[in-house]
């Protein structure tokens, strides 16, 4: 099956929409950041709004619906994509590039014994500019195509070598309001303090009549890159499947964060028509095929020991951003 991207073509971005509702119930648990909690805050018209998910989150989740973990695989559409494999110093399987937060800057991944592969490749001089189009797209494409959606900083070879995300996402609620309960932690000596006994504990929930997600992908980015037809369209499908994925198979957040989509909106540009799930499932095997000759995918395995640490490079603060980041 073929997908019709026409009404993409000179768009710059594509920008969309999910409505959102609990799956049972009306209460939801947002994420919560360290020192903060959740993240309340009120909209330009003072109205009370909540981070659902941030746009760290979203790229996690992202990936992880293309993962089959139980074959430790690509999911069936997706098979024949470039990957890095980590195994442990004894050879078993460690994790990956796809569901690693930082992607090929996962640690596991950047001080591993085998990482020189990645280094001559990428041909990064101190002493001559550093052409992202010419010397860190290539790399990525080959090695992991995942980074070129969800972007990322490699600080362990330098400050300088690093890539914004092409797709992204949030989750955010309005004119919420607490749902307030509690709970107890249970000791087996109730007498005992400090966390020991029997501790009772308030908990915050929340309730909305308006849970949106949002998604952008910035097609000139992609553009941007120089690829062959079958690369970029490749490119745009993936995207596409991440997304229509993680709103059908995605949405059980935490334990109580459970949604459901109940309509998607095409914000720009007019008239582009979101593939089905099953159409870019039927599509995408084609797709991955007829860009494995540009791209020359390959799926390589680094073994970490857990030794000693790479020497990371000095840099100003001024120049870290987290572009990339998870």
């Known amino acids: 099956m073929s997908l019709d991207f026409s009404t993409l073509s000179n768009a710059p971005r594509l920008l969309l929409s999910a409505r959102l509702k609990p799956l049972q119930g009306t209460r939801f648990q947002p994420t919560g950041f360290p020192e903060i909690g959740t993240a309340q805050y009120d909209g330009p018209d003072g109205t009370p709004m909540l981070l659902v998910e941030s746009a760290q989150s979203m790229a996690n989740r992202m990936e992880a619906v293309c993962w089959d973990k ?68 290539p790399v990525l494409l080959k090695y992991d195509i995942n980074s070129l959606l969800h972007g990322v900083f490699l600080e362990e070879i330098a400050g300088v070598i690093r890539l914004p995300r092409a797709l992204s996402g949030f989750i955010e609620a309005s004119e919420v309001k607490v749902a307030a309960s509690g709970g107890v932690k249970f000791g087996l000596e109730p007498e005992k303090k400090d966390g020991e006994g029997n501790v009772p504990y308030p908990r915050d929930e929340f309730i909305s009549p308006d849970i949106a997600a949002f998604f952008n992908l910035d097609l000139a980015q992609l553009r941007g890159y120089g690829f062959s037809e079958p690369v970029y369209t490749l490119l745009v499908a993936l995207a596409l499947y991440k997304i229509r994925a993680f709103l059908e198979h995605g949405l059980r957040l935490r334990t109580a964060c459970d949604l459901e989509c109940e309509a998607i909106d095409i914000q720009r540009p007019q008239g582009f028509a979101l593939p089905t799930l099953a159409d870019l499932e039927q599509a995408l095997p084609g797709l991955v095929q007829a860009a494995s000759a540009d791209a020359g995918f390959e799926q390589i395995a680094v073994t970490y020991s857990g030794g000693g640490k790479k020497k990371k490079p000095k840099q100003s603060a001024d120049t870290v951003d987290d572009n990339g980041g998870d």
């Open 70 to 137: 139980l074959a430790d695989d690509w999911v069936q559409p997706l098979k024949g994509l470039s990957v890095i494999r980590v195994k442990d110093k004894d050879g078993q399987p460690l994790t990956n590039s796809v569901l690693e937060a930082h992607r090929i800057n996962s640690e596991y991944i950047a001080r591993s014994d085998d990482f020189k592969l990645i280094e001559d490749a990428l041909a990064y001089r101190k002493d001559r500019r550093f052409s992202v189009r010419d010397q860190l797209v």
